[in-house]
């Protein structure tokens, strides 16, 4: 399956392969926490995307595309960047953690836990890179 980035069935994908992937699973084994992705207009993408992820254990529990801020308001991590940037790291063009430090990626959250669970963060996103086949 390819779906394009970003939309709803991207989001499935991504859901899937987290819950399939045996090195995800073990990697993130420790990790409990959900998080929002805000991902501002630019360049191709015309409005604001918004997607609810709840990481729990090496396990994506649920998954929610353009989730009513009312249901979801303290996630553990909201991270907020560019379509550009977002999509830099989602090609492998700019790495996750440069993205974090530099604030390309703005990071609402415990940054401590984020950094000792470095090895997790960056499972994700390969994980997400290999779902993502088209750009929109």
């Known amino acids: ?16 392969k987290l819950n399939l992937d045996a090195a995800y699973a073990e990697v993130a084994k420790t990790w409990e926490g959900d998080l929002i992705f805000i991902i501002e207009p630019e360049g191709n993408l015309k409005e604001k995307i918004t997607f609810y992820l709840d990481l729990y254990q090496g396990k994506c529990r649920a998954t929610v595309y353009k989730p009513d ?7 553990a991590f909201t991270l907020t960047s560019s379509y550009n940037t977002i999509t830099d790291v989602l090609t492998g063009k ?14 609402v959250g415990s940054m401590a836990y984020m950094m000792r669970n470095v090895p997790s963060v960056l499972d994700f996103v390969r994980c997400a890179q290999e779902v993502t086949k088209e750009l929109f």
């Open 94 to 107: 700019l790495n996750p953690m440069t993205a974090m430090m530099t604030m390309k990626l703005k990071v």
């Open 69 to 75: 801020p009312a249901l979801y308001p303290t996630p």
């Open 1 to 16: 399956m390819s779906a394009i980035f970003p939309s709803e069935e991207w989001l499935k994908e991504l859901e899937a």
